[in-house]
């Protein structure tokens, strides 16, 4: 069974697996604490003067849109709405960008005195900035200026449709153009307007599997601003296909980057480097899926992917190779992998998609989520991309990651 929309069903999978009901919900909150409140080795969240706060990317020492929408993420999730608005107001005054081809969008890196390492955005972070703010608006209601969340999430959405001309392009209903010339130009929005599907960054033709989003494209199909509500429809619906396409047919593993037909970006073929393995961010794409299926369930072959997904990293691969940078083929690489805790947290997630009559899948997915509650959060320097992947799936997984 699913959540469908507010108010709806979000099961407990530690439950179902034999964990206490109260541990669970404890162990949730003290995650929250330990990542916004504990030692130095631990936290990621810093307040920043009276009313700011951000969160660090421990691993490269900044501030990035990715962290700072998680961080929003977390908060709206476990009702937190101090350190929420103290991280919103810290990224609308140091990261958003007013002027300049990339205008209305969010600085993708700042350092941690709020100036700016960069001119231009990275679409996951306006996607978690979004959602987050609608989270807020129904959990909290709206306030007065950039507090007035829904009114915040509708301009990101509304920006991240526009074409290179200023206009927001046609959402695919046949009503053209929305929107009025920007006499200096802006630069090109975050999805094609062709295929509906979310781009790497604005500049470039090719995806990230894990910037998919197709559970909050749902949601956004509804909360926009109307005019853009039917590109967004279309762009979960493409979205789901193309994840199909992403996902290895017998391995269920998907590169970092991806061609829009979803084969893996190839090394070599821009300046990007090798990103066509299974590696750092690719880990988010299983969680994703598990996480639409669980907020909407409406494509079956999700399951099949959590089958094969779980099939290849317990049968295949095997625990002893999860330190090991994987191939999409499942071939084991010599390379060890930069977020060992986060591949553990991600793995764990795909739980959610296992079907208990199907028993073979159901003992996998029951090795990963014991592994996992056995795994404590990372500390150290690499400690952030961990466990914001570890939280996710661990709010998935306990039954409080919710539409709200």
């Known amino acids: 069974m699913t959540a469908s929309i507010q108010g709806g069903i ?5 439950e179902r697996a034999g964990y206490d009901a109260a541990d669970i919900k404890k162990r949730a909150s003290d995650i929250f604490d330990t990542l916004f409140y504990g030692t130095e080795e631990e936290r990621i969240y810093h307040p ?3 009313d700011m706060g951000y969160i660090v990317d421990t691993g490269n020492n900044d501030a990035r849109t990715e962290g700072m929408s998680y961080g929003m993420m977390m908060c709206v999730q476990t009702g937190h709405k ?9 990224a609308r005054t140091n990261m958003y960008l007013t002027e300049g081809r990339n ?15 960069a001119n231009g955005p990275a679409p996951d972070g306006e996607e978690y900035f979004a959602m987050a703010l609608f989270f807020a ?3 909290w209601g709206d306030g007065e200026g950039i507090f007035n969340y829904s009114h915040e ?21 046949g009503s053209g153009k929305s929107g009025k010339p920007d006499p200096e130009g802006l630069g090109r929005g975050m999805f094609d307007p062709g295929n509906h599907l979310i781009r790497f960054i604005t500049d470039v033709d090719f995806t990230d599997p894990s910037y998919h989003l197709p559970h909050f494209y749902e949601l956004f199909s509804r909360w926009a601003y109307p005019q853009d509500r039917t590109f967004y429809a279309n762009a979960a619906a493409a979205s789901r296909r193309y994840l199909h396409d992403a996902c290895h047919p017998m391995t269920g593993l998907c590169g970092e980057y991806s061609y829009y037909d979803g084969n893996p970006y190839e090394k070599g073929q821009h300046i990007w480097g090798k990103h066509d393995w299974y590696y750092s961010d690719a880990y988010r794409t299983i969680l994703n899926i598990a996480l639409d299926h669980v907020w ?5 072959w999700q399951v099949e992917e959590g089958r094969r997904f779980l099939s290849c990293m317990c049968e295949r691969i095997g625990f002893s190779n999860w330190g090991k940078v994987l191939d999409v083929d499942g071939t084991v690489r010599s390379e060890d992998v930069l977020h060992p805790v986060a591949v553990i947290a991600t793995n764990a997630a795909a739980f959610a998609l296992a079907d208990p009559a199907d028993k073979k899948t159901y003992e996998n997915a029951m090795l990963c989520i014991d592994k996992f509650w056995n795994t404590p959060l990372r500390t150290g320097v690499r400690r952030y991309y961990d466990n914001c992947l570890y939280f996710f799936s661990y709010l998935l997984l306990a039954g409080l990651y919710r539409i709200w």
């Open 137 to 139: 608006s129904h959990r």
């Open 153 to 173: 999430a509708c301009e990101i959405l509304h920006s991240m449709l526009r074409d290179g001309d200023g206009f927001s392009f046609d959402p695919g209903d």
């Open 10 to 14: 979000y099961p407990d999978f530690f």
């Open 103 to 117: 205008r209305g969008f969010f600085c993708w890196s700042n350092s941690l005195d709020g100036s700016k390492n």
């Open 48 to 50: 920043a003067g009276k």
């Open 296 to 300: 909407f369930g409406k494509d079956e």
């Open 82 to 90: 101090e350190e929420f608005d103290r991280i919103w107001k810290w």
